[in-house]
């Protein structure tokens, strides 16, 4: 474990570097307010501020730091937007979102349940009280509950899912990696009245989203 001095020498390190990149006041803000360590396991906590993805079992991961900026800013949330986050993972990033929408509404969807129970516990012990975790292995999203003024996704599909951008409202906008299993683009979709208007984000590595309109289980 490495010494408390240094974790804290790294979080400043990284904020001061995700400010350089990003730019966007609110999004950091809202970075710095959730304890990263707390989404990690205890062995890698050490890690917990270095700008890399780590392993949260399960073979999934908590999202690079810069991605995670990176994706909530596109979102261009202002604070009572309702928000679907498909892929639960660690709970981190719905945390970032909570922070971001004090207002508003995070509901975020889990195909494992393990995954999605700690993440519950977690978000629960931190105050993220506007967050809401389903479980859910059948269905892409949540179509009952939207539409939803943003979703992000934290998982790469091959191609951009038509079941997540029926439940985007007319504004909406979804971030979510699109390509093969081994490298994606980072996407982000407008939803207006003449049809989705498409932007491309830059390349990410994700790992696969798998469930309907997206990858088969292996």
């Not at 710095?32 to 780590?54: G, M, N, Q, T």
């Not at 129970?117 to 059948?138: F, K, M, P, S």
């Amino acid at each position: 474990m490495a010494p408390k001095g240094s974790i804290e020498r790294d979080r400043r390190d990284l904020f001061r570097s995700l400010r350089r990149k990003i730019g966007d006041e609110r999004v950091i803000a809202g970075m710095e307010r959730v304890p990263r360590e707390a989404f990690v396991p205890s062995e890698s906590r050490y890690l917990a501020y270095k700008d890399i993805a780590l392993s949260i079992g399960q073979e999934q991961t908590i999202s690079q730091p810069y991605i995670v900026a990176l994706m909530t800013s596109c979102l261009g949330l202002q604070g009572s937007e309702r928000v679907l986050e498909v892929g639960t993972g660690s709970g981190y990033q719905a945390a970032v979102l909570s922070h971001l929408v004090p207002r508003g509404h995070v509901l975020t969807v889990e195909r494992i349940p393990a995954l999605a129970e700690r993440a519950r516990v977690e978000l629960l012990r931190l105050g993220c009280d506007n967050v809401e975790v389903r479980v859910d292995r059948h269905v892409l999203g949540c179509p009952d509950r939207g539409p939803f003024d943003a979703i992000i996704v934290t998982a790469a599909a091959p191609a951009l899912p038509y079941t997540l951008m029926d439940q985007m409202a007319t504004g909406g906008r979804m971030v979510i990696p699109v390509g093969t299993r081994l490298q994606q683009e980072l996407v982000r979709v407008l939803r207006t009245d003449e049809g989705p208007s498409v932007s491309l984000l830059g390349p990410c590595r994700f790992v696969p989203l798998i469930g309907p309109d997206a990858w088969p289980e292996e």
